[in-house]
């Protein structure tokens, strides 16, 4: 979505996400906190870092076209997403007090699956060596983190999934609802035409002649796609996830209700199970006295207990 908004001739952005502008001040970065969490709410406001935050996004903005922003241009739309800050709303809010919010759902299937995939991949990882994690953090880092310690991948992601959108949900309630739109992402991908023009008028700016062209055609990937989008890619995982499933519940059926709210399309809520995985054939010759928290001989990078020990 961030692709697609960043063409428009109304909207000026940093050119990605916003960690350095926000984390480089020490009262809002993680370790003036101990590490506790990326959340942020009106208690980290105040009036010095409210004018040095918008100083610096200030200095950033470029229009679709890289043109740099000059003050005398006056007030303009900056369009910013960078997943931590599903966890400062509230902050967010303080700090712009007339932003307006979209909030981008999928299905947790897809979305858990790609949470793994990117810790996976080692490519995000935010916080190498964290304290307390025995290891490198990948990716947003909610408050009780700390519970997570030795659980398995799916668990992790599972409890980023339900932390930021449960965030989301908590904070979004508070605000008018004339602020914010929740679109569901399976809508912009199967229409983006009629999606991205609704979008544009939540935001009162117009569907301009850039975003037609655009949602005409292939839609651009997120610049931090690990591996190409396709249909069902989350069966890679299809086992991890099912075993998470019944603590996706509680948030998934929130979302539901708010999609339901909108006139949007509900995530299903029961489990496939027909879409399970054949069980491959086991040699067990080739398994025989593997320790169960050893790597799996199949080249997998699990534990043996996570991957073919389960069905021996």
């Known amino acids: ?101 979209i909030y981008l759902v999928r299905d947790p299937k897809e979305n858990i699956n790609s949470i793994m995939q990117a810790w996976q991949s080692q490519r995000f990882r935010t916080y190498p060596g964290l304290p307390g994690w025995n290891g490198d953090w990948s990716l947003l880092l909610p408050k009780q983190w700390q519970t997570m310690k030795g659980k398995p991948l799916q668990q992790v992601a599972c409890f980023q999934w339900q ?24 809508q912009l991908i199967n229409n983006p035409t009629a999606t991205v023009k609704q979008i544009c008028e939540h935001l009162e700016i117009p569907f301009d002649s850039s975003l037609q062209t655009l949602c005409s055609g292939e839609l ?25 499933w019944p603590q996706v519940q509680p948030t998934l059926l929130q979302i539901n209700q708010l999609l339901k709210q909108s006139g949007q399309q509900e995530f299903d809520t029961r489990w496939p199970d027909e879409l399970a995985p054949a069980a491959p054939q086991v040699n067990n010759d080739k398994y025989a006295g593997t320790p169960r928290n050893a790597p799996c001989p199949c080249g997998s990078n699990k534990r043996f207990k996570q991957c073919h020990g389960q069905l021996t």
């Open 163 to 186: 932390q930021a959108n449960q965030s989301i949900i908590d904070a979004l309630s508070q605000l008018p609802r004339s602020r914010w739109k929740i679109v569901n992402y399976r």
């Open 1 to 101: 979505m961030f692709e697609i908004l960043s063409h428009s001739q109304s909207l000026w952005t940093i050119g990605g996400e916003s960690h350095h502008v926000i984390e480089k001040h020490r009262q809002l970065n993680i370790t003036h906190k101990n590490f506790e969490s990326n959340a942020l709410d009106e208690t980290d406001w105040d009036e010095s870092i409210h004018q040095a935050l918008l100083a610096d996004f200030q200095q950033q903005l470029k229009d679709h076209q890289q043109q740099a922003y000059r003050p005398d241009m006056g007030p303009i739309r900056f369009l910013e997403k960078t997943p931590k800050n599903s966890l400062r709303i509230p902050f967010l809010n303080k700090l712009f007090p007339d932003a307006l919010f």
């Open 220 to 244: 651009p990937y997120s610049r931090y796609t690990v591996t190409k989008p396709k249909l069902n890619k989350w069966l890679l995982h299809y086992r991890e996830i099912e075993s998470i």
